[in-house]
């Protein structure tokens, strides 16, 4: 919670019952920080400290309660919601719908006027994760022949209820002309036609564009809003930064479970069930316990050779896990570039040029101090220590190349390339490192 704010006085005077005064400080608090505080309440004091709130700042802090709006949504009268609903924004009341029971959403409709409820069930209707989705219709557009002076009358009369009023939309019959800023018009004299001031060079995305698309345009433009098009270049709606970011950080998080073989949810940790978890754990261990199955073949194979020279199974642990890491690595980094748009498929060459030049620096290194360390530490033969050396150098090499290459790979056939990370890499090195391993050994060693 923001410094300025001790949430044991808060929480002492919510059990004091003193309102007055905790309503006082709330009003002064940023929405962010009294939603914070919210969470830390029961749910009776929860609703009872929310209905203190003026219904702007309620809305505002409504917006950030992602584990709790449903439960206030049951607990608050129609009059109370409908106040909410009026002021929140179009594109959080929707988001807000997609993650809610019918019985619910029905309320909420039931609660908004015809004119939004056709815009929630408009943009409801839009792939989940498109442009469309993700946009909001309130936004401010003005008309060419306009005047300065005329435009700020406008922005003056709409601006309250959308969502920026810092970037104003130029149409014409609803088709996208140009963009003028706030700061644009200030600068200008009051009989300046928008049309001689507006920026034509306008970037947007259409209805369809892919939301993860969107949010890197943000990221690579500096925006902090895009327009959205149809078909014909009609102005739908807009996207801010802020939706952008949650894009992001939705991704990344995506991204993140799939590295860890873990199926994607979009539901917080503590909102997701023992049972749903499990759900979205278990397929890929058993997965990846069945491919790993594998390495107990080759070991398997190979008995009558790890009889013959015992110390030979000291290193299995060591290679396979050293082998996993090296892919690890190589995939982490090149899943991480081909999300920031820095690598595409057509670079294939140069990354595995890249890579085996850095897997062979690598490789050597760690291949000369494993050399050492077997001699020294292990007290092993030369004979052993070259067969442990080789092996890591070749592993090393091998697994940073399948490492840069499976998760381009997947790319091109349409797959996530987040999903060919660690675990999935780790599984298929760890297979190769102990044949690399059996083949040098009973070479050199004559097994």
């Known amino acids: 919670m923001h410094d300025n704010y001790d949430l044991d006085r808060l929480m002492e ?68 919601l409908r106040e909410v609903l009026d002021e929140l924004y179009l ?4 988001d807000l719908i997609e993650d809610l029971p019918a019985n619910l959403v029905s309320r909420i409709l039931r609660n908004t006027d015809a ?19 993700l946009m909001t219709t309130e936004f401010v557009y003005l008309h060419p022949n306009n005047t300065v002076e005329e435009s700020f009358a406008r922005i003056r009369k709409v601006g309250l209820d959308k969502e920026t009023v810092y970037t104003c939309y130029v149409t014409k019959s609803r088709v996208l002309l140009g963009v003028v800023t706030v700061k644009r018009l200030l600068m200008s004299t009051y009989e300046t036609k928008i049309s001689d001031i507006m920026e034509t060079n306008v970037l947007s995305v259409t ?32 996207i801010t930064v802020d939706d952008a970011m949650d894009v992001m950080e939705e991704e990344a998080t995506e991204d993140i479970e799939k590295m860890a073989a873990i199926l994607p949810t979009d539901k917080p940790y503590f909102q997701t069930g023992v049972i749903e978890t499990w759900k979205h754990r278990i397929p890929w261990l058993l997965l990846l316990m069945i491919s790993a199955t594998f390495t107990g073949t080759i070991l398997g194979f190979f008995e009558e050779a790890l009889a013959a020279n015992a110390a030979l199974t000291l290193f299995i642990p060591m290679l396979m896990d050293t082998g ?3 892919g690890g690595q190589a995939s982490v980094t090149i899943i991480r570039a081909m999300s920031l748009g820095d690598v595409e498929f057509a670079d294939w060459l140069r990354v595995i040029w890249k890579e085996l030049r850095v897997s062979v620096l690598c490789a050597l290194t ?61 599984t298929v090195v760890d297979a190769l490192s102990l044949l690399v391993y059996f083949a040098i050994a009973t070479r050199i060693l004559g097994l």
């Open 115 to 133: 004119s939004t409820r056709s815009q929630i069930n408009k943009l409801l209707n839009y792939p989940k994760d498109s442009a469309g989705s």
């Open 324 to 326: 996993g890491n090296s």
């Open 91 to 94: 594109d959080d009341t929707v």
């Open 207 to 238: 209805t369809h564009e892919d939301k993860e698309d969107v949010a890197q345009m943000f990221s690579k433009y500096d925006l902090t809003a895009l327009p959205v098009v149809d078909g014909e270049d009609r102005l739908v709606g807009i």
């Open 366 to 426: 760690l291949g000369t101090v494993v050399f050492g360390k077997v001699m020294v530490v292990d007290r092993k033969d030369a004979t052993v220590a070259g067969v442990v050396a080789l092996t890591i150098f070749f592993t090393i090499v091998i697994a940073k190349l399948i490492g840069c290459t499976l998760p381009m790979l997947a790319k091109r056939l349409g797959f996530d390339p987040a999903v060919m990370a660690s675990p999935f890499i780790t």
């Open 13 to 80: 005077l919510v059990q004091e019952r003193k309102f007055r005064a905790l309503r006082e400080i709330l009003t002064e608090m940023n929405e962010v920080d009294i939603a914070e505080f919210l969470d830390e309440l029961d749910v009776e004091q929860e609703i009872l400290v929310f209905r203190l709130l003026p219904k702007d700042l309620a809305a505002e802090v409504f917006s950030y309660l992602e584990e709790d709006q449903e439960k206030l949504i049951g607990a608050l009268s129609d009059r109370e």
